[in-house]
């Protein structure tokens, strides 16, 4: 299935504001009407954690990394800059998506993994894991999901006889996909297309559904701007975490994602008010808040983990 959920419009890094500001402008963008296709932490949440990669990448990873984004020129992001970079498995997705829909049809797939709440089975989430075969990554298969897309584009990184142009859209798929990794409702779902279907509202917050709320509204609640909130995240990550993080396979980081999901996302969802509606208490905003803070973290020095590792 694909994420057809509504996001909203978060502020650009030229904006300055303090973050009551931010959620009034939210707010206003909402009632007029400025929506988007949902995406796994919004272009916002996305440029966190490429930022916060950069900072643990190797200085002869990060001079790779920006030789091969110079490549770029497919003109679908403002900038070839990691952050921006990061967002770019969106923007080629959606680019012919109420057109030819080629490029949705082939990679729409690959963002998420939908482990169940009643069961989860990460080989049927997976579509059976069907194997690559001769073919390079980003020509499919189409039925593929974002846990074996890592692997696979990661593995095509390390490879020396990898041609330009795959390097580089391996590097922009992981740049993304680490990330969509850890929007905890990109791992899960009960049977509800990962919260698409599920309508909430807090206070102060516009109404939405649960996906767009935890792929914008938590990202925005973190701070005033993309770099702003890396920055502070940064300051907050301890040697300890860093090392601690920086192990572990797709598969495990998917199966986390799913248990935060299922203790957090969904475990502390108040009684509906109606089928599917819900009234989020502040509990509920304040726990996903620090919630979304890790997992930013989290998908920020993993990311910064798959490139050194593919990269050195």
Known sequence: MSRQGVKRTA?????????????????IMSLSGVTTPAHAWGDEGHEVVALIADHYLDPAVRAKVQSILAGDHTKLTPN???????????KYRDSDRNTTKVHYNQTHNWHYVDLELSGPDLKAACFGQPPLGHKVASKGPV??????????????????????????????????FVGDL????????????????????AQNIPSGN?????????????????????????????????????????????????????AHSYGLLPTPTSPNHYTLPASYVTDATAVVAE?????????AFVLNNALQ
């Open 143 to 176: 039925q593929d999901c974002v846990v074996d897309k890592i692997d696979e584009f990661a593995a095509e990184l390390k490879k020396s006889k990898t041609s330009k142009q795959e390097r580089r859209y391996a590097l922009q798929f992981i740049l993304h």
């Open 80 to 90: 070839t800059q990691i952050d921006r970079e990061a967002t770019w498995a969106d």
């Open 182 to 201: 850890h929007q905890p409702l990109h791992a899960s779902d009960d049977n509800d297309k990962g919260g698409n279907d599920k309508t909430v509202k």
């Open 295 to 303: 997992q930013l973290s989290k998908a920020g020095v993993r990311l």
């Open 11 to 27: 502020l650009r890094k030229a904006v300055q504001c303090t973050p009551a500001m931010t959620v009034t402008l939210v707010m």
């Open 210 to 262: 649960l996906h767009a709320y935890w792929d914008t509204q938590f990202v925005i609640l973190q701070g005033p701007s993309e770099t702003a909130i890396a920055n502070q995240l940064i300051g907050n990550i301890t040697d300890a975490q860093r090392a601690q993080w920086s192990s572990g396979t797709p598969t495990d980081w998917a199966t986390e994602s799913f248990n935060v999901s299922k």
